[in-house]
């Protein structure tokens, strides 16, 4: 059963850049065909899809956030990792990792808790 | 960018049966996932393909798709069903390739 836990700073200021980790334990990030994904919910509101990483280094972002995000893999941690830049207030949310179940349209089977990251002055 | 359409709330009473709709363009031409999600708590796969029922959701759920609206129904519903429940699609060829719904928060009177 693959496991998924985050990190991160959870107090941020504005204009900062926001690194988050999703350490993967039962699982590995070399592993071919899951999406390494990203999805946070901002207070009181839903699910929204920041971006993911395919194997062989594809990536793809949400477009409201593409010039400002990053996902990357390290597999020598079996880690995965969101960078967002020039955070605001807006950016305040709970993020989560997450895994797909393989396959062609896949659901997103394995969650981390999600951690919440707060910005303000 | 495709839109999946939720209404924000129903509300049933213990032991009838909820629907929770997601309307899309030809949403049943795709493959919906629903996932619930209670307070404070990491959401949580119920259905997959549209009618798929993971191990350990209980056989009061399932799921169908067709035409715009894909439905999530959930029989003899118990105080424990009370949460946010999300449908969610891939669109292939867009810059958004992951949508999620807006969300539906399902009360038990």
């Known amino acids: 059963q693959v496991q998924l836990q985050e990190s991160g700073p959870g107090l941020m200021k504005p204009s900062e850049t926001l690194s988050l980790t999703c350490t993967v334990s039962a699982g590995s990030v070399s592993s071919p065909n899951y999406y390494w994904t990203w999805i946070r919910q901002r207070p009181g509101k839903g699910l929204e899809w920041i971006g993911y990483f395919y194997h062989s280094g594809y990536t793809d972002y949400n477009p409201s956030l593409k010039s400002r995000v990053t996902i990357s893999v390290d597999t020598s941690k079996n880690q995965f990792s969101l960078t967002l830049s020039s955070v605001t207030a807006a950016d305040t949310a709970i993020y989560y990792c997450a895994r797909d179940s393989g396959g062609s349209y896949p659901s997103f089977d394995y969650w981390g808790q999600g951690t919440l990251v707060t910005v303000s002055s | 960018s495709y839109v999946l359409t939720q209404s924000p709330s129903v509300s049933v009473a213990p032991g009838k049966t909820a629907k929770i709709t997601c309307g899309g363009n030809?949403?049943?031409?795709?493959?919906v996932h629903w996932y619930q999600q209670k307070p404070g708590q990491a959401p949580v796969l119920v259905i997959s393909y549209d009618r798929v029922r993971p191990s350990g959701i209980p056989e009061r759920f399932s799921g169908s798709s067709s035409g715009n609206t894909a439905t999530l129904a959930i029989s003899r519903v118990e105080a424990g069903d009370e949460a946010d429940y999300y449908c969610?699609?891939?669109?292939?060829?867009?810059?958004?390739?992951?949508?999620f719904g807006g969300g539906t928060k399902l009360t038990v009177l």
């Open positions: 969610q699609v891939w669109v292939s060829g867009t810059d958004h390739p992951v949508v």
């Open positions: 030809n949403i049943g031409g795709k493959t």
